[in-house]
């Protein structure tokens, strides 16, 4: 029987294109991103309380980073942030079409950055996925949509959406070196009209899965490709997941109004929201990226 959760807690953000779903062990905060809006944003568990900031560029993801900063992909260059002044210095900038810019990415266990790019109206193979270990190198070209990375439990394996490919794949991963391995499909994406976007991993090793198009985050057992779980959410376009809380039960759930018309707007009013749900489930917490990382 498939498990099924509906979010009982929601804050009313507003976003275009809410994404980034982080947490951060030392704020003991959520972290989140609005890509169109341009914002970064903070969210107190225990509180609800929601605090944003303006930034010049759109974000495609963000990561806890040392000596309280955050880090941010932008369009173009990868920074580093100071939260409460605005300040940013730029750790490394991208080599590609102007027209590309950051999506999502994640930090591995040495605090390594995986991050992808696209291009901004998302034609197909015009990004590409690269790690940051000092300097940015190329690991897989010619990606569409990179989305969701993160990796099993014991760091062995490494989980990758490409969302155009409908499906997750999985890589052997060496975390001393950082290299990739031995590419294989381990969950396929059949649901018409959806997307696999955003990903976490849990301690069991499930994958929790955002589905634009489908309303839910589902959770898949990469070892069979079953989903096996549901988190039910009123607003279509969901786009990231990260667990965190003072447990590591508490999931924040990112959505997006973009995409949708004035009468799915008007039906799904939540659309652009934050929605936090309490799950029988422990998470793991997000990696925290160190800037002088080397193979």
């Not at 341009?38 to 990561?63: D, F, H």
């Not at 193979?125 to 010619?142: D, E, M, P, T």
Request: charged fraction near 20%.
């Amino acid at each position: 029987m498939m498990d099924i959760w509906k979010p009982d807690a929601l804050y009313k953000t507003d976003l275009i294109l809410g994404e980034g779903a982080r947490w951060h062990a030392e704020w003991q905060k959520f972290l989140f991103i609005d890509i169109k809006g341009k914002l970064i944003g903070t969210c107190n568990p225990v509180n609800g309380k929601v605090v944003t900031k303006k930034i010049a560029e759109m974000p495609g993801m963000l990561a806890p980073a040392e000596n309280n900063k955050l880090l941010v992909a932008l369009q173009g260059k990868l920074v580093l942030l100071d939260f409460e002044t605005g300040k940013t210095q730029t750790v490394a900038k991208f080599k590609e079409n102007a027209e590309n810019r950051s999506n999502d990415g994640a930090c591995d266990a040495m605090g390594r950055l995986w991050v992808g790019t696209m291009h901004v109206n998302a034609e197909h193979h015009a990004g590409n996925l690269y790690c940051y270990n000092g300097k940015l190198v190329k690991k897989i070209a010619g990606t569409s949509v990179s989305n969701g990375l993160c990796w099993s439990p014991d760091n062995r394996i490494l989980y990758y959406i490409d969302s155009f490919l409908y499906h997750i794949k999985a890589f052997d991963y060496d975390l001393s070196t950082g290299n990739i391995s031995n590419e294989r499909i381990v969950v396929e994406i059949t649901e018409p009209g959806t997307v696999a976007d955003g990903m976490c991993i849990d301690s069991e090793g499930m994958l929790w899965v955002a589905i634009w198009g489908g309303g839910c985050v589902n959770r898949y057992n990469p070892f069979n490709g079953a989903c096996i779980g549901k988190i039910e959410v009123n607003a279509p376009n969901i786009t990231s997941c990260a667990f965190g809380g003072k447990l590591m039960t508490q999931m924040l759930i990112t959505t997006a109004k973009d995409g949708l018309n004035p009468e799915e707007l008007k039906k799904y009013p939540h659309s652009g929201s934050l929605f936090i749900v309490k799950l029988g489930v422990t998470g793991l917490p997000a990696a925290v990226f160190k800037k002088n990382t080397k193979n």
